[in-house]
């Protein structure tokens, strides 16, 4: 990756923090609540934990995880982990118990950092996680930090090296640890700093959570470029507006759910937000009064990006110009075009071969930026990459003559829930062993706040109690995952071949509507 044509390329994360910390090391790297991290002192932090974490014998190869919300601690050790070979697998911390401790145990995570919100919680599955062999909270990383000394010199890695592990559901039913690399992310942070115009005078919000590529991905990409980051330990949208105007803010990515909360803020229309270059939504689907309600906050700075884990992030985007002119207006509904580095064609999903313009298929993308595949599990990698390197992104849509991308369905019957991605298969299997259903699917019906929510169509032939139902749910899954309905039916709709029809489920809620990911 080259930052600027007089600098050398910096082929591995840890030469990032080399070159601000050399060039520039005294302005501000992070700033989080009250505190401040310049490049040398974010380099020199980084360098300490690094030797913390050979002290408990983490070296090239194993994992660690993250269970908290955002903290500066998360993105020292993503970046510790980056320069011993290591690499850390941040849990969504949203997740059930039961789910935790499967991302967990698939990590085989030998130390696991915990925020105090969710200190009760690991100490109640501590018997079930046994590869983690030291608990650190945060109230105890300083004296952790302070007690070894900065490992001196460069880093030795291989830029194929995964150093950061976010997972992604799987049409299984079960999470899946996608590897990013070195080489992929800062191709990532190459293409989206181009095609956004991040550079050292940029000042980045990292408001979405950090085990999402939305978060991670977004603050990596402000180190790649010598930017500031500003960090949100949640994502409330007070937060963010004042964040946005006292920080002057230039570039921030922020889910759809989120941004209808920014558009309610009081007063918000009055505050001086002048300093945003760029506004990046994505991740769920844009309603449109919400888009309505934001266009006069950010006039001209609006983007609406699509993505995915295992692309690092971003491969498309649709530009302010498209927002906003009337005559382009059936463009709303589109991902936009490739960003650079990135190529997208539309394939048939059966045999692979392209489609013709505006017929409909599976989004391929192509890109240095790809993951290096999923932790473990080779065959689902083959599966989602082929030996060409194009990525099999499992979302329908189609190319028009412009080339713009439309992402009408799922080919997997994904569901995006306020920038989530919950996978059917998942909530059908908890449903599944729930005495008296005896068929179950799972669909994604429309919702004003949240884009789509999933909602459980069952046959249970004696009935059932539906409130028993949902707590359940709520006992093995995230909140966020729980249907938000049921219903009970005398049977499902199924193909010849014994393949339910969801598309005809989800017919009789998305009448007249696109349902789209953006």
Same mark, same amino acid.
Not at 165 to 172: F, K, R
Not at 308 to 322: N, Q, R, Y
Not at 448 to 459: I, N, Q, T
């Given at each position: 990756?080259?930052?600027s044509?007089?600098?050398p390329?910096v082929?591995?994360?840890?030469?990032?923090?080399?070159?601000?910390?050399?060039?520039? !090391?005294e302005?501000?790297a992070? @700033?989080?609540?009250?505190?401040?991290r310049?490049w040398a002192?974010?380099?020199?932090?980084?360098?300490?934990?690094?030797?913390?974490?050979?002290?408990?014998?983490?070296g090239?190869?194993?994992?660690?995880?993250?269970?908290?919300?955002?903290?500066?601690?998360?993105?020292?050790?993503?970046?510790?982990?980056?320069?011993?070979?290591?690499?850390?697998?941040?849990?969504?911390?949203?997740?059930a118990?039961?789910?935790?401790?499967?991302?967990?145990?698939?990590?085989g995570?030998?130390?696991?950092?915990v925020?105090?919100?969710?200190?009760?919680?690991?100490?109640?599955?501590?018997?079930?996680?046994?590869?983690?062999?030291?608990?650190?909270?945060?109230d105890?990383?300083e004296a952790w930090?302070?007690?070894?000394?900065?490992?001196?010199?460069?880093?030795q890695?291989?830029?194929?090296d995964?150093f950061v *592990?976010?997972?992604?559901?799987?049409?299984?039913g079960?999470?899946?640890g996608?590897?990013?690399?070195?080489?992929?992310?800062?191709?990532?942070?190459?293409?989206v700093?181009?095609?956004?115009?991040v550079?050292?005078t940029?000042?980045?919000q990292v408001a979405?959570?950090?085990?999402?590529?939305?978060g991670?991905s977004?603050?990596?990409?402000?180190?790649?470029?010598g930017?500031r980051?500003?960090?949100?330990?949640?994502?409330?949208?007070?937060?963010?507006?004042? *964040?946005?105007? *006292?920080?002057?803010i230039?570039?921030?990515?922020?889910?759809?759910?989120?941004?209808?909360?920014?558009?309610?803020?009081p007063g918000?229309?009055? @505050?001086d937000?002048s300093?945003?270059?760029?506004?990046?939504?994505?991740?769920? !689907?844009?309603?449109?009064?919400v888009?309505?309600?934001?266009?006069?906050l950010?006039?001209?700075?609006?983007?609406?990006?699509?993505g995915?884990?295992?692309?690092?992030?971003?491969?498309?985007?649709?530009?302010?110009?498209?927002h906003e002119?009337?005559?382009?207006?059936h463009?709303l509904?589109?991902a936009g075009?490739?960003?650079?580095?990135?190529?997208i064609?539309?394939?048939?999903?059966?045999t692979?071969?392209p489609?013709?313009t505006g017929?409909p298929?599976?989004i391929?993308?192509r890109?240095? *930026?790809?993951?290096?595949?999923?932790?473990?599990?080779?065959?689902?990698?083959?599966?989602?990459?082929? !030996?060409?390197?194009w990525? @099999?992104?499992?979302?329908?849509g189609?190319?028009d003559a412009?080339?713009?991308v439309y992402?009408?369905?799922?080919?997997k019957?994904?569901?995006?829930?306020g920038?989530?991605n919950?996978?059917?298969a998942?909530?059908?299997?908890?449903l599944?062993?729930?005495?008296?259903?005896?068929?179950?699917?799972?669909?994604?019906?429309?919702d004003?706040?949240?884009?789509?929510?999933?909602?459980?169509?069952?046959?249970a032939?004696?009935?059932?109690?539906?409130?028993?139902?949902?707590?359940?749910?709520?006992?093995?899954?995230?909140?966020?995952?729980?249907?938000?309905?049921?219903?009970?039916?005398?049977?499902?709709?199924?193909?010849?071949t014994?393949?339910?029809?969801?598309?005809?489920?989800?017919a009789?809620y998305?009448?007249?509507?696109?349902?789209?990911?953006?």
């Open positions: 990756m080259t930052l044509p007089e600098r390329v082929s591995d994360i840890p030469g990032l923090l080399d070159r601000w910390a050399a060039e520039r !090391p302005a501000e992070l @700033r989080f609540g009250e505190v401040r310049t002192e974010l380099d020199e932090r980084v360098r300490r934990l690094a030797a913390a974490l050979r002290a408990e014998g983490i090239p190869g194993d994992r660690v995880a993250v269970l908290d919300l955002n903290h500066p601690s998360c993105l020292e050790m993503t970046l510790a982990c980056a320069r011993i070979g290591a690499a850390n697998a941040i849990v969504n911390f949203r997740l118990p039961p789910e935790i401790v499967y991302v967990i145990n698939d990590a995570a030998s130390l696991l950092l925020g105090p919100e969710f200190a009760a919680a690991a100490a109640a599955i501590g018997d079930r996680i046994p590869s983690v062999r030291r608990t650190v909270g945060t105890e990383y930090l302070a007690a070894h000394e900065p490992e001196p010199g460069p880093a890695v291989d830029p194929a995964c *592990q976010l997972y992604t559901s799987g049409t299984t079960f999470p899946k996608v590897l990013l690399t070195h080489r992929a992310m800062l191709a990532h942070s190459d293409n700093g181009h095609s956004f115009e550079d050292p940029a000042v980045v979405m959570p950090l085990f999402h590529v939305g991670t977004y603050a990596l990409l402000a180190i790649a470029h930017a980051i500003v960090m949100l330990r949640i994502p409330d949208p007070a937060a963010v507006v004042a *964040q946005l105007e *006292q920080e002057r230039t570039h921030t990515f922020l889910v759809p759910a989120l941004l209808a909360g920014v558009a309610q803020v918000v229309a009055e @505050r937000l300093a945003i270059r760029t506004l990046s939504y994505g991740a769920s !689907p844009m309603p449109l009064p888009l309505r309600a934001c266009l006069p950010f006039p001209g700075r609006m983007h609406q990006v699509y995915m884990t295992e692309a690092c992030g971003v491969v498309s985007a649709l530009g302010p110009a498209d002119d009337p005559s382009v207006a463009r509904i589109s075009t490739p960003i650079h580095g990135c190529e064609e539309v394939r048939d999903p059966a692979g071969d489609v013709p017929e298929g599976e391929w993308v890109s240095a *930026q790809l993951m290096a595949g999923y932790w473990t599990q080779p065959e689902a990698s083959a599966a989602a990459v082929t !030996p060409d390197g990525l @099999r992104s499992g979302d329908g189609h190319l412009d080339g713009y992402v009408t369905d799922r080919v019957d994904m569901i995006v829930s920038g989530e919950v996978y059917p998942e909530i059908e299997r908890v599944a062993e729930y005495p008296g259903i005896t068929d179950v699917a799972v669909i994604g019906v429309p004003e706040r949240w884009g789509e929510v999933p909602r459980a169509v069952v046959v032939p004696g009935g059932l109690d539906e409130a028993a139902v949902l707590a359940h749910c709520r006992a093995h899954l995230a909140a966020f995952k729980c249907p938000k309905g049921i219903n009970v039916v005398d049977e499902l709709p199924r193909n010849p014994g393949k339910i029809l969801k598309k005809d489920l989800r009789p998305w009448a007249g509507r696109e349902r789209r990911t953006v």
